[in-house]
């Protein structure tokens, strides 16, 4: 299993440019969500989803777009990138409700670094 | 507001040694607390999970308490080698918010030779 994989790794887009990061897992997870991780601050839920056909926005969605047409992928939009959004993302899924009291953990994947100039 | 607070920020150690790091947090009603490893360029990765009622867990040479009552939780790291070197982030999930969970900025540790 590959778990959860994202691309692309690295990317630099100029100022109102747009693109999208793909995110899969192979473990049939029904949950996935998506962070973005800033220097100094802990990681911030920008969208999820808990199954296919559904989004559902986070702490910080301005300025992103997600969908989740097939269960395995969960897709980030950014529509006009600024430099605010200068950071590292993070794509993660789980099998039910993470706090729930039969808890699951959260499998991340390995991030993507994205500079806006 | 529901913080959590990591402490150290970073923490320089020498191979063999024992360390501790420190989570406060002030989310209430509070569901469970978990620690994550993150190598630099790399995911996190779970360590332990533990509910309120659970004082402490153990992953090998990791071991998490938890004091619900001070709301304080350490993450033990024994005998610590060079492969530990990453930073390590408390996290702590509110009662019934799956898309609420609350993670601390981590603490840096860096296991030198």
């Known amino acids: 299993n590959a778990g959860v994989t994202q691309t692309p790794k690295f990317r630099v887009l100029k100022t109102g440019q747009s693109m999208t990061l793909l995110c899969a897992q192979d473990m049939n997870h029904e949950y996935m969500y998506w962070y973005r991780q800033d220097p100094g601050m802990g990681l911030r839920l920008i969208h999820y989803?808990?199954?296919?056909?559904?989004?559902a926005k986070g702490e910080v969605p301005d300025g992103y777009n997600v969908s989740r047409l097939k269960k395995q992928n969960f897709l980030l939009g950014l529509e006009s990138a600024a430099p605010s959004q200068t950071s590292v993302y993070f794509c993660?899924?789980?099998?039910?409700?993470?706090?729930?009291?039969?808890?699951?953990?959260?499998?991340f994947g390995p991030g993507t670094r994205l500079t806006v100039l | 507001k529901n913080q959590v607070e990591q402490s150290p920020q970073s923490l320089i150690i020498l191979e063999g040694k024992n360390c501790t790091l420190q989570?406060?947090?002030?989310?209430?009603?509070?569901?469970?607390l978990r620690w994550y490893k993150q190598d630099t360029g790399r995911g996190p990765v779970s360590l332990t999970i533990?509910?309120?009622?659970?004082n402490t867990k153990s992953n090998g040479r990791y071991t998490a308490t938890l004091d619900a009552d001070t709301k304080q939780s350490s993450l033990h790291i024994t005998a610590s080698q060079l492969s530990d070197s990453a930073s390590y982030i408390c996290v702590v999930s509110p009662l019934g918010g799956y898309n609420k969970l609350i993670f601390g900025a981590g603490t840096r540790l860096a296991v030198h030779p």
């Open positions: 989803s808990v199954g296919e056909g559904t989004t």
């Open positions: 533990m509910t309120f009622s659970e």
């Open positions: 989570c406060n947090y002030t989310v209430s009603p509070f569901s469970n």
């Open positions: 993660a899924s789980s099998q039910t409700d993470p706090s729930g009291e039969a808890y699951n953990e959260q499998f």
